[in-house]
């Protein structure tokens, strides 16, 4: 049986009720976009269903401690469509009597679950770390960001309490949408992909505070007195900052 499904957390957690609901457990989930077209004669078709979901979601949270059950949304983050399979196989087995199955580090399932599971919290923590705002003429404090996994959402109430007196957005270039903060509700927003290339460019597009220029000359001097040359390790350097983020950090511009 295939589960054709709009790939989102709460199209996955539908799919888990619907396998109860038709005692459906042997499974493969797939994308709708994947099936346009296809001929199978065991399809079907998952409506994402609100409801359903959060029975789901709560059952979780009564037979799982709330950090665990909260893993399998983080895992579903890393974006990945084998993690996504092995979400629903490990919920079905979690709900059937086995609330021991991720500690079986035995079966590969709960390897490669918390193997994705380490990727996003480390992808999280960096994106804490590397986060850099620019302040646009309007007071708003703007970053860019390409994290490899759809992180936002787990960075949002770090940001909302360490900034909480400053409107700021946070922008995924990756996956074209963002975070925004405006002194009282956090809320996602999605740009046209002009209003995208301002944000990428903003001395060539908007009007960047005058400010802003003196800001990225501090993180480059100061960047540039903590970093002794005879203690240079470029790799341990990179281990701990990923040249991919250079682009987005002031101390890193104009440099190699």
């Given at each position: 049986?295939?589960?054709s499904?709009?790939?989102?957390?709460?199209?996955?957690l539908t799919?888990?009720?619907?396998?109860?609901?038709?005692k459906?457990?042997?499974?493969?989930?797939?994308l709708?976009?994947?099936?346009?077209?296809?001929?199978?004669d065991?399809?079907?078709?998952i409506?994402?269903?609100?409801?359903?979901?959060?029975?789901?979601?709560?059952g979780?949270?009564?037979?799982?401690?709330?950090?665990?059950?909260?893993d399998f949304?983080?895992?579903?983050?890393?974006?990945d469509?084998?993690i996504?399979?092995?979400?629903f196989?490990?919920?079905?087995?979690s709900?059937?009597?086995?609330?021991?199955?991720?500690q079986n580090y035995?079966?590969?399932r709960?390897?490669?679950?918390?193997?994705?599971?380490?990727?996003?919290n480390?992808?999280?923590?960096?994106m804490?770390?590397?986060?850099r705002?620019?302040k646009?003429?309007?007071?708003m404090?703007?970053?860019?960001?390409?994290?490899?996994f759809?992180?936002?959402p787990?960075?949002?109430s770090?940001?909302?309490?360490?900034?909480?007196?400053?409107?700021?957005?946070?922008?995924?270039?990756?996956?074209?949408y963002?975070?925004?903060?405006?002194?009282?509700?956090?809320?996602?927003v999605?740009?046209?992909?002009?209003?995208?290339k301002?944000?990428?460019?903003?001395?060539?597009h908007?009007?960047?505070d005058a400010?802003d220029?003196?800001?990225t000359?501090?993180?480059?001097?100061?960047?540039?007195?903590?970093?002794?040359?005879?203690?240079?390790?470029?790799?341990?350097?990179l281990?701990?900052?990923?040249?991919?983020y250079?682009k987005?950090?002031?101390?890193?511009?104009?440099?190699?």
């Amino acid at each position: 049986m295939i589960y054709s499904y709009d790939g989102s957390y709460q199209g996955l957690l539908t799919a888990v009720f619907t396998a109860f609901e038709y005692k459906e457990y042997n499974v493969k989930l797939a994308l709708d976009s994947e099936l346009q077209g296809a001929l199978f004669d065991q399809i079907k078709h998952i409506s994402s269903d609100a409801t359903k979901s959060n029975r789901v979601y709560q059952g979780l949270y009564k037979i799982l401690p709330p950090n665990k059950a909260m893993d399998f949304w983080r895992a579903f983050l890393s974006e990945d469509p084998e993690i996504r399979q092995t979400i629903f196989e490990l919920i079905i087995k979690s709900f059937k009597n086995d609330i021991t199955i991720l500690q079986n580090y035995g079966d590969e399932r709960v390897l490669r679950f918390h193997q994705a599971l380490r990727k996003v919290n480390r992808e999280r923590h960096r994106m804490k770390a590397f986060v850099r705002f620019q302040k646009d003429a309007t007071g708003m404090y703007v970053s860019i960001v390409e994290p490899d996994f759809n992180v936002l959402p787990l960075i949002i109430s770090f940001f909302k309490n360490r900034y909480a007196d400053q409107p700021w957005l946070i922008y995924d270039n990756k996956r074209q949408y963002g975070i925004l903060y405006d002194l009282y509700t956090v809320t996602e927003v999605t740009i046209t992909k002009e209003q995208s290339k301002a944000l990428q460019h903003p001395a060539q597009h908007i009007e960047v505070d005058a400010t802003d220029s003196l800001y990225t000359k501090l993180w480059q001097s100061y960047f540039k007195s903590t970093n002794i040359e005879a203690r240079k390790n470029l790799k341990l350097h990179l281990q701990h900052v990923p040249k991919r983020y250079w682009k987005y950090l002031p101390e890193k511009l104009n440099k190699d």
